[in-house]
């Protein structure tokens, strides 16, 4: 039988969301001259709210660790 997979945690989620949100605002300084290069660029908002969502939930993340449980 197949393991199930773990499920992501909230500080795996935001660094995934960050880099999601890098990487839609920087290729377009990479696809300069190729089709992809409009679609990419079109997209900026969609980079900064993954860079916002990620930025919450590492901070989210990291103020649960530093939280002592009572």
Known sequence: ??????????????????????????APRFLQGTRWFEMVAGAYLVGWFALALGTGLVVVELFKRGKPRQ
């Open 1 to 26: 039988m197949a393991q199930p997979k773990r499920q992501l945690r909230t500080l795996e989620r935001g660094i995934l969301c960050l880099v999601i949100g890098a990487a839609v605002l920087l």
